[in-house]
């Protein structure tokens, strides 16, 4: 029995197999740029700690392992929008953000003023003013 094998067949295999096994992860070294329009979120207040961007367009209904209720900060590039969700699927109370924010405690979750944002993202969307995304999730 002899099997055949394309070159670039095998080839494919192999430079998509890295792709397909890397997951999300947070950032701080080598300071990636920031997004023309988007957003960076941090693990920390004040823009500090591990980080990762979104660029305008973005959207994660659900935030991968080892980023859920993680975020603490929000800088926004490009006069992109962020919405913020406390429940996956875009479900929850929702927070929407037009500028940068050094600190989420500052904001109070609806309907409950003893709970801040901070450490409550579960998904999240980045976009650009009077886009489809705007429209339907005001």
Not at 44 to 54: E, L, R
Not at 111 to 137: E, I, M, Y
Request: net charge positive.
């Amino acid at each position: 029995m002899h099997l055949r094998f394309s070159l670039p067949a095998v080839l494919l295999c192999f430079s998509t197999l890295p792709a397909l096994t890397q997951q999300p992860q947070w950032g701080r070294w080598g300071h990636p740029q920031p997004p023309r329009a988007g957003a960076c979120f941090y693990k920390d207040a004040g823009f500090n700690g591990d980080y990762f961007c979104m660029r305008a367009g973005d959207r994660w209904p659900e935030l991968p392992r080892g980023f859920n209720d993680q975020i603490s900060s929000v800088q926004v590039f490009g006069g992109a929008l962020v919405q913020i969700f406390e429940n996956s699927n875009y479900g929850g109370r929702r927070l929407r953000i037009a500028r940068s924010v050094d600190t989420l405690m500052r904001f109070r979750l609806p309907g409950d003023p003893a709970k801040s944002w901070n450490d409550r993202a579960s998904a999240l969307a980045v976009f650009s003013p009077r886009d489809d995304w705007d429209r339907q999730h005001p």
